[in-house]
Nanobody, 122 residues
Framework: QVQLVESGGGLVQAGGSLRLSCAASGRAFSSNAWGWFRQAPGKEREFVASIWWSGGTPAYADSVKGRFTISRDNAKNTVYLQMNSLKPEDTAVYYC???????????????WGQGTQVTVSS
């Protein structure tokens, strides 16, 4: 069983920055891609960003493009989400996930973290 643990969420003012981390542990990690999703109250979970384990060009939701950056450290089995120029509408629980393929669809992801709350005040 693979466990994903997110950290780095919190409360920040609009225009501020946060960096989320997601560490994988457990069985040998064989997933090929990482993803970040978020879910705001009363809304469906939505795609934020994804990246191949091996690198390459990441994918971003239009709403975060140019403000968020996904990266990974293979040696640490960790993926990051650097969030800059945060807006109140970025407020949500952020989840990391692991998959065999890079996808914008949550159903393609096999493993999920417990989520970390990000709150952006205006």
């Amino acid at each position: 069983q693979v466990q994903l643990v997110e950290s780095g969420g919190g409360l920040v003012q609009a225009g501020g920055s946060l960096r989320l981390s997601c560490a994988a542990s457990g069985r040998a990690f064989s997933s090929n891609a990482w993803g970040w999703f978020r879910q705001a109250p009363g809304k469906e979970r939505e795609f934020v960003a994804s990246i191949w384990w091996s690198g390459g060009t990441p994918a971003y939701a239009d709403s975060v493009k140019g403000r968020f950056t996904i990266s990974r450290d293979n040696a640490k089995n960790t993926v990051y989400l650097q969030m800059n120029s945060l807006k109140p509408e970025d407020t949500a629980v952020y989840y990391c996930a692991a998959s065999r393929l890079m996808s914008t669809f949550s159903f393609n992801y096999d493993y999920w973290g417990q989520g970390t709350q990000v709150t952006v005040s205006s």
